[in-house]
Every structure is written in structure tokens, then in C-alpha cells.
């Protein structure tokens, strides 16, 4: 009897532990959020997973229960505090395995002696850090997102049917720019990993021609498309200096400013080498990359970024209060380029913002996901010339931007 009054009693205490760790640090978090200040906000920190978090779904629909489950996993009571405890004991209980034991098994089974005088081939497996950030060669870091590493696989290839869909979008807002007397031109910023695959760890290519070689080129040889991929002159510039940043997941203004003299080469604009002008290295620290993949800063030397004097004899103002940080930036500048000029992209664009504000009288850029906002209508009313820009890994939002760009031109 007492047995089994021990055995009921503990059931209880079990079943009253499980129910306050489900629900004790939900009422906590409420609580938190209703008191003056709002004292929890402060364990709500970022995590630098750079991507927007779910929202709560507003229609019934049918993927509904993924689309709140996919809320609740985003907004999670001391979500960062669990995650970032998470990434700190994984990181230390595989750091035995990554220091000693996994270079023995590589040096032993996979790497391979040189061959008629050859270096030898260095097998690197694969390592992600936070199912985000992949450890590469020498120091550098890439994006590790499916989208990205899809694309440098080339195991995401567009089906002839995509290919048609993204042509037709590309060409009817094209023949709507030309009629109201607006020049249009897409510029593709390649990824880092087809900048640098030498960087890269040890990796089975799908299809070397990738989905964006093969839509650029899809597009030039079917339309007057003006479009550019700029993977040529920034792999030939890297011979000379360092043009994307190895810890972080863009490139460096060196890479901005060969970038932007490959969209003036399509616009048909005079151009500028980099020689040509004064540029030195400067240091930039703690990239995206490394808080992304919960790393140690002090793992990683300095990055290399460069400061590039161009056209310092332009005054430029930015107008309207805008912010380079902010989705809507806005400038006037002492340039003789009588022009109104607007580029809507994602983050690649800021690095160039330094250049084409000098190289336009008014100039505007927009960041692609606010393509929505009221204000864009005027803008692209009033632009003469209008700059789609899509960094290589992103290239699947070109649809969502062109259907907004074509419903506002055709009104």
C-alpha cells in the first residue's frame, strides 16, 4: 500500500514538474511583457540569423497550421537564451571531435598524394555551424542556407518553363519602361561561393552552369533584356585584391566599386578602374557570418575591407531625412548627370550607394522587400533610369519585385 501511495505521489510531483515547464515560462514571458519597461525585451536579443521572423497568420488557409507553427517556433518564450545556450554546448562538446579526432580521419582516408609533381589534394568535409554558417578555407565563411549552397551546387537548375516565366516578366516590364521613356537594366551580384569556390570545403558540384548563368543567358539570347552578372570581372579582380569579405556575407567596397563599373559598361556609361583612383585596406571586424554561426570573434584576424576615393569633387546631400540604413534613401548631388536614378535591391546595393550617388543628380534606392510601400509608385514614376539589383542567392524574389514594378507603371 505504501508502494503504491509513494508511486502515486511521485506520479503527481512528475506530472506537476512537466506542466510548469510547459507553462510557467510562457505566464513568465506574459508578465514580463505587460510590467513597466517591458523588462523581458531584454532577453529577446538578436541572434543574427539575418531573415525575417514568421507572422502570425491573418486567413485561413490551408497550410495554416504550418504557417502557426512556424509563428510559435519564431516567437518562443526565452527563445534566444535557449538557442544561444544550445549553440554555446554544441560548440564545445564538437570541438574535441573538429580539433583531433576529424583531421587525423581526413589526413588518413581522404586526402590524396600529389601526382607528378602536383600538390596534394586537401580533402575539407563540409563543416555548418548553426545550420547557418559554413567553415571554409583559410578563414573564410560562407552563407549556408539551402538557397545558397543550391545555387553553388548548381543542384537548383530553372526548368524551361521558369526560365519563360522570369523572360516574360523581365520583357513586359521592359516594353513598359521603354514607352513611358524609362532605361531598365537587372544587375546580379554573384554569390561569394562562385567568387571564391577555392574557399569553399569539399563538395560534389551537381551541374557547374548554374541557375543564374543559365537565366542571364536565357534572357540575353531571347530578349533586349538589358541584364548583367558580374562573375567575370570580379573573379579577374581578385587576382589583385580581396573583393568580398571573408567572414561576412557580402562583398567588400573594392567588390562594390568593380560591381558598379560592370552596370555602368551595360548602361553604356563611361567607366573607371580601380587603379585609377586612390583605394587602401582597412580593416573590418566581426562579419554576419561569424555571429551567425555563433563563433568566436577572436578566432578571426581582422577582415579586409577598402576605402575607394571616387568623384570626391561631387557634393552629395541626402534628402527627406532618409538614412542609408533606412529602406528609402534619397540624394542630390553637384553631378553634371542631369538624372533621376533609382536602384531597388537588397543589401549588396549599400556598398555601391557610395559610387551611383555620385554619378546622377538625384538618386534613390529602395530596398527590394518594401517594393509595397506607397511611396515606391512615385518613385518609379519618376525615375529615368530604374536598376533592379538581386544578389545571386535572392534571385527567386526578381518575381515578386517585377509584378509590383509592372502593376504600378501599368496604372
Not at 75 to 89: G, K, M, Q, V
Not at 172 to 185: D, F, I, T, V
Not at 208 to 231: F, G, M, W
Not at 368 to 395: C, K, M, Q, Y
Request: charged share 25%; hydrophobic share 35%; aromatic share 12%.
Amino acid at each position: 500500500m505504501s508502494e503504491n501511495r509513494n508511486l502515486k505521489t511521485y506520479s503527481i510531483i512528475s506530472i506537476a514538474l512537466f506542466m510548469a515547464i510547459l507553462i510557467l515560462p510562457t505566464f513568465i514571458w506574459g508578465v514580463g511583457k505587460i510590467l513597466p519597461g517591458k523588462p523581458i525585451n531584454a532577453l529577446n536579443f538578436d541572434l543574427g540569423e539575418n531573415r525575417n521572423m514568421a507572422k502570425f497568420p491573418e486567413q485561413f488557409t490551408p497550410t495554416y497550421g504550418t504557417e502557426l507553427e512556424a509563428f510559435y517556433n519564431d516567437h518562443l518564450p526565452f527563445r534566444s537564451i535557449i538557442i544561444s545556450a544550445n549553440r554555446f554546448l554544441t560548440a564545445t562538446t564538437e570541438k574535441p571531435y573538429d580539433d583531433i579526432i576529424s583531421p587525423f580521419l581526413v589526413k588518413t582516408f581522404y586526402s590524396k598524394p600529389s601526382e607528378e609533381g602536383e600538390p596534394a589534394i586537401e580533402y575539407m568535409p563540409p563543416k555548418l555551424h548553426n545550420n547557418l554558417t559554413i567553415e571554409g578555407r583559410d578563414g573564410w565563411l560562407f552563407f549556408g542556407t539551402e538557397e545558397n549552397l543550391n545555387d553553388y551546387l548548381g543542384s537548383n537548375i530553372l526548368s524551361d518553363e521558369e526560365l519563360d516565366l522570369y523572360l516574360s516578366k523581365m520583357v513586359k516590364l521592359n516594353e513598359l519602361c521603354k514607352a513611358q521613356g524609362k532605361e531598365l537594366y537587372f544587375f546580379i551580384p554573384p554569390n561569394k561561393t562562385q567568387v571564391y569556390p577555392e574557399k569553399m570545403p569539399s563538395y560534389t558540384i551537381v551541374d557547374s552552369y548554374t541557375r543564374v548563368q543559365r537565366l542571364v543567358d536565357y534572357v540575353q539570347a531571347n530578349s533586349d533584356v538589358k541584364i548583367v552578372y558580374p562573375l567575370q570581372e570580379l573573379t579577374a579582380a581578385k587576382e589583385n585584391m580581396q573583393v568580398y569579405l571573408k567572414t561576412d556575407t557580402h562583398w567588400n567596397e573594392a567588390g562594390a566599386f568593380i560591381g558598379t563599373q560592370a552596370l555602368y559598361t551595360l548602361m553604356g556609361m563611361p567607366t573607371t578602374d580601380i587603379g585609377d583612383v586612390n583605394h587602401y585596406e582597412k580593416d573590418f571586424t566581426e562579419g554576419d557570418l561569424i555571429r551567425m554561426g555563433n563563433l568566436n570573434p577572436d578566432d578571426f584576424p581582422p577582415d579586409t575591407n577598402f576605402e575607394v576615393d571616387y568623384k570626391l569633387d561631387v557634393a552629395v546631400t541626402p534628402l527627406d531625412d532618409t538614412d542609408i540604413t533606412q529602406w528609402l534613401y534619397k540624394t542630390s548631388s553637384t553631378s553634371d548627370n542631369d538624372c533621376n536614378f533609382l536602384i531597388a535591391g537588397d543589401s549588396y546595393r549599400l556598398f555601391m550607394t557610395k559610387y551611383l550617388c555620385r554619378d546622377f543628380s538625384l538618386f534613390n534606392q529602395i530596398h527590394t522587400d518594401s517594393v509595397g510601400e506607397p511611396e515606391v509608385e512615385g518613385l518609379l514614376e519618376n525615375a529615368d533610369i530604374i536598376v533592379i539589383e538581386s544578389v545571386e542567392r535572392f534571385n527567386h524574389t526578381l518575381l515578386n519585385t517585377l509584378e509590383h514594378f509592372i502593376r504600378y507603371l501599368e496604372q
